[in-house]
């Protein structure tokens, strides 16, 4: 009896210090891998603050970063909701130029009230979703095909209505309450993507939707035998990117307070690369919001300033081209190269 007790024991007391390490390991490995991104941001932060002395660190600089980008923050987080059911959805560009055209058309050249010019392109950002989600979940197409079809179709759309025009205009009150109002110094476009971003932290995390959703991201098959809905799900996520791209829209037309039938386009491809660099952040693995947030902005203080160190502006390609493939190389890296389900 008290040789067993003792060999039990000393089992114990071997194991104790090197199950205590593991753990130790574990968590100093998990939380490197989910913050390096955010130390990169810092650490090239303070690069440029050393190379552009006085001009990169100032107050009026990182305040005119924070708030021009709130348009590719708010359309990188419309992109993740999808992308986390599984589904491309390569129509949100085209459904920000798409929404900003129908605030300048109806407001600045039919006279609408701005707030009905507002909810006329959000719901415009219904209508691109329902249809996305009708021909994806009902003819079984991949949605990299179908909505890269519904973007082009936009795209001609938008052409129809501006008659290729940029179309300025639009009521100054919604350009004072996205870029010239400020609150501490900053944009209040800024906030706007702050409080989606809070939003969607919430919605994934801490709710049972949300976690349902990460359940179909991982496995189709196996959600919907464990009792989960997964076409409705899929559904309402199509959805939910239209309307979020809308108001992205929104965003940017205050941004620059007219809309311009092309320029929606550049934000397509620096949305995927912080969507997909964003997911090897803060919740390794997974498509989230902060992660999204810090990747914006990681890819922004790259550009700007390599733009202030006198770089030719073919960099922002090759910065953006770059990142996207280096970020999804990681985020397979951080899968342990499990393949991804995208339809």
């Known amino acids: 009896m008290t040789n067993a007790s003792e060999t039990a024991g000393a089992k114990h007391s071997a194991s104790a210090p090197r199950g205590r390490a593991a753990v130790a390991g574990v968590n100093w490995a998990r939380f490197a891998e989910a913050y390096a991104l955010l130390a990169a941001t810092i650490a090239l932060g303070a690069l440029f603050g050393l190379l552009v002395p006085g001009i990169f660190l100032s107050w009026n600089n990182i305040s005119t970063m924070l708030g021009s980008q709130a348009v590719l923050v708010v359309l990188g987080l419309a992109l993740i909701i999808p992308l986390t059911a599984g589904d491309f959805d390569l129509s949100i560009a085209s459904n920000l130029t798409l929404s900003a055209m129908i605030v300048a058309v109806l407001n600045?050249?039919?006279g609408w009230?701005?707030?009905?010019?507002?909810?006329?392109a959000l719901a415009a950002g219904v209508v691109v979703g329902i249809v996305n989600a009708a021909f994806i979940l009902y003819f079984r197409i991949p949605s990299l095909i179908v909505t890269l079809g519904t973007s082009t179709f936009i795209g001609g759309i938008v052409l129809w209505i501006s008659d290729s025009n940029t179309i300025s205009g639009i009521d100054n009150d919604l350009v004072d309450w996205v870029v010239v109002r400020h609150l501490f110094g900053i944009p209040l476009a800024f906030y706007y993507a702050l409080l989606?971003?809070?939003?969607i932290w919430y919605f994934l995390g801490h709710t049972t939707a949300g976690r349902r959703l990460?359940?179909?991201?991982?496995?189709?098959?196996?959600?919907?035998l464990s009792g989960i809905r997964v076409e409705r799900v899929r559904f309402l996520c199509l959805i939910a990117s239209g309307v979020i791209s809308s108001a992205t829209g929104i965003l940017y037309a205050g941004t620059i307070g007219a809309a311009d039938p092309m320029s929606g386009q550049t934000f397509l491809l620096p949305a995927f690369a912080a969507a997909f660099l964003g997911a090897t952040s803060i919740t390794p693995g997974r498509f989230n919001a902060w992660g999204t947030l810090i990747a914006v902005y990681f890819l922004v203080i790259g550009i700007t300033g390599l733009t202030m160190l006198g770089i030719q502006t073919f960099v922002q390609n090759l910065f953006y081209g770059g990142a996207l493939v280096l970020a999804v190389a990681l985020s397979q890296l951080v899968r342990k190269r499990e393949p991804q389900e995208f339809s």
């Open 196 to 199: 989606l971003c809070i939003a």
């Open 113 to 120: 009230p701005l707030l009905a010019a507002m909810a006329a």
């Open 214 to 224: 990460l359940f179909v991201g991982r496995g189709r098959e196996v959600a919907r």
């Open 108 to 110: 600045a050249q039919l």
